[in-house]
Each structure stands twice: as structure tokens, then as C-alpha cells.
């Protein structure tokens, strides 16, 4: 198979340095210790690139700190029509010999679906923080929700599933803009990335370099590019040919492992993969990533994506489930 030749066995590097977990630790610190506030949203922060590797926030995060047990019986909110839909993958364990092979049959999937249009580019997710042996404020629990419209408006919405309280927070940009590990990026920007695998590696790496610190090491200039090349799953919308090449693009990464059926947080069942020290559940039949995790010692965040794809429904309060 062209794709598994593709592949290129690098050495393992190890985890990241003592400065960019240390980094890590002091954000999701700052995102505990934080009062939950789902009246009023806060505004985003335009974090440091170095803090990339810990990926604590997303657009939207700050609109709640939530938490209640309800949440792993949240209703699906449907994907929009030829987007990929969030799933169950019923397949063996068996069926899948490696990590990389994983996220090859992804790629093939998420090639063949029909591109979308609408008016903004909607996400849908549960965010789930935990610190074992400590609460965290709100119970770390909330649906958060965010649009970006073609006419450059950026709404966030979220609500806690301990209180109910919820809130929108809206921004406007001269164009349509994007957002990938802290960094702006336009339509036609995104329209420009490669679809060869190798190439959109070397794009990830490059932009890694350009906005990490400034003596990563190896391995930390690889979880940076790894963040890039996720967030082209959910993120931003490209097409089906770069999306499949950005699942391509993590099986050339040098320490994908497999992880074998898991569940996320919401009883889906998904193909676990671990690259760079982060966790991800992959629908393999649908191309549809199910839930991405981080850890840093005893902290932990979750995100379980819910809807992927262009809606043209109107930016909303996330309701509760």
C-alpha cells in the first residue's frame, strides 16, 4: 500500500522538556484557579507560542468552568449534510495492526467525503478538565460551541452542565479568519496548504520553528507541528484532499502508537492513538475524530467533539443537554 510506504520510522525522542511541561502546568493552573463565569464570557487570550504544546484552550474556553455527571449523556448534535459525523466505530480491534494504519484508513475516508458549504464553520464539543485529588471550580464540565462566518464574525458560546448559566461572546475580523494553535490564518490561506502528505508535514514543522521557542528541542518542535496538523481535523476548513493529507501527514510522524478500541467520554467507540504525549479516539470508519486528550501530571482536558462541518444556523447559547 503506496500510503504505508509512505511512512517514515523516525526515532522516538521522548517527551517534552522540563520548560514547555512546566509551561503547560502554569496554564491549566491559571484555568482552575479561575472563578467559573458563564453569565459573561471572558475574552480570549492570544496565548504564548511556546504554550502550544499544552493545549488547555480552544476558542471559546472561559465561557464556563462547569461539571455535572449528565454530561456523558449528551445528545449528538447532528453534523451538517457530507460533513463527517461524529460516530461508533463497530469494528475489532483486530482489524487494525498499528496506530499509523489507523489514521491511513481515516484519511481515506475523510478524502471521499463531498465537500460543504454554509454560512460559518461550526464546532460542537464537551470540555471535561479534571485535577485528581482536587475539585475544580464549576465542576469542569460545559458544552461549548463556536461559528466563524464568511463575512469575519466569530461567535463562542458555552454553557456549564452544573449550573445551566450560559453565555455567546462575539468578535468581528475584517474577513473571514481562522485560528490554528494561536495563529490567524484566512481562507485563502487555507485554501493554499498542500495536499501531499510530506509537504503538509514540512508546513507543520516550519510553522512550528517559526512561532515555538526559540531552542526547542526535536521532540518539542514535533507535539507543536502535531498540534497544527490536529487542529486541520476540526478546526478550520479545509478540504476533504487536506484533511485526509493532515491524517497522513500524523502517521509520518515519528512516535504514533496505538492505543486499540476505546471509548471516549460519551460511550463512542474509536481506535485510541497516542502522538507526542496526547491521546486521540478516531473513528476510523467515518474519518471523524472523537476526542483529543491532554494530560500534564495529575491534570487532565478533554475534548470530545460532538459536530464538525459548515451550518447555516444562526450562532446560539448552547443548549443544555
Not at 465561557?63 to 463497530?90: D, Q
Not at 495536499?195 to 516550519?206: C, G, I, R, Y
Request: net charge positive.
Amino acid at each position: 500500500m503506496d500510503d504505508i510506504r509512505r511512512v517514515t520510522e523516525l526515532l522516538d525522542e521522548g517527551g517534552p522538556s522540563p520548560t514547555v511541561a512546566a509551561t503547560g502546568r502554569q496554564r491549566l493552573d491559571e484555568l482552575i484557579g479561575q472563578e467559573p463565569r458563564t453569565d459573561q464570557p471572558k475574552p480570549r487570550v492570544e496565548r504564548e507560542p511556546q504554550r502550544r504544546r499544552i493545549r488547555w484552550a480552544l476558542p471559546g474556553f472561559g465561557l464556563v468552568a462547569a461539571g455535572a455527571a449528565a454530561a456523558i449523556a449528551l445528545t449528538v448534535t447532528a453534523s451538517p449534510s457530507g460533513a463527517p459525523r461524529p460516530g461508533s466505530s463497530h469494528s475489532e480491534t483486530s482489524r487494525w495492526s498499528s496506530g499509523r494504519e489507523v489514521l491511513l484508513a481515516a484519511a481515506y475516508k475523510a478524502e471521499a467525503a463531498p465537500p460543504t458549504s454554509g454560512k460559518y464553520w461550526h464546532v460542537r464539543y464537551l470540555d471535561i478538565i479534571k485535577v485528581q485529588g482536587r475539585s475544580v471550580p464549576g465542576g469542569g464540565k460545559s458544552v461549548q460551541e463556536f461559528w466563524y462566518g464568511m463575512d469575519g464574525a466569530f461567535v463562542s458560546g458555552g454553557r456549564s452542565l452544573t449550573t445551566g448559566k450560559g453565555g455567546l461572546h462575539k468578535e468581528k475580523f475584517p474577513r473571514a479568519t481562522f485560528e490554528l494553535t494561536d495563529q490567524k490564518i484566512t481562507l485563502t490561506e487555507l485554501s493554499k496548504l498542500p495536499t501531499d502528505p510530506q509537504k503538509l508535514k514540512e508546513w507543520a514543522l516550519a510553522d512550528s520553528r517559526r512561532h515555538g521557542a526559540p531552542k526547542e528541542r526535536p521532540a518539542d518542535t514535533n507535539s507543536f507541528a502535531t498540534n497544527d496538523l490536529t487542529e486541520l481535523l476540526y478546526l478550520a476548513p479545509v478540504s476533504p484532499k487536506v484533511r485526509a493529507a493532515a491524517f497522513r501527514a500524523l502517521a509520518l510522524m515519528p512516535d504514533v502508537k496505538g492505543l486499540g478500541a476505546l471509548k471516549d467520554a460519551r460511550g463512542r467507540v474509536g481506535q485510541g492513538i497516542a502522538i507526542s504525549g496526547e491521546r486521540y479516539i478516531i473513528d476510523p470508519d467515518t474519518g471523524f475524530l472523537l476526542s483529543w486528550d491532554t494530560r500534564v501530571d495529575r491534570k487532565s482536558r478533554s475534548n470530545v467533539f460532538l459536530a464538525v462541518g459548515w451550518t447555516n444556523e444562526r450562532p446560539h447559547v448552547p443548549a443544555a443537554p
